[in-house]
């Protein structure tokens, strides 16, 4: 990582609440410089897609691991 990356390295996890348990990990990395505009103000629907997206690849891999059992 050096320093003033404008990637972003960010890890989801999913759990589950009953006895917290990991079910799901998702390492993404990304630009965040599209979720901003030309003034720097932050511009949701970029980041709200790319989010969509990682929670998407979580419950892909939920689905596969629940059939390797």
Do not use: H
């Amino acid at each position: 990582m050096k320093k003033y990356d404008p990637i972003y390295n960010v890890i989801f996890r999913a759990f589950r609440t009953s006895d917290v348990t990991q079910l799901a990990k998702i390492e993404a990395k990304d630009s965040f410089a599209k979720c901003f505009d030309v003034e720097g103000t932050f511009v949701k629907k970029p980041f709200d897609n790319w989010l969509g997206q990682n929670i998407v690849k979580a419950e892909v891999q939920l689905r596969s691991d629940k059939k390797k059992k």
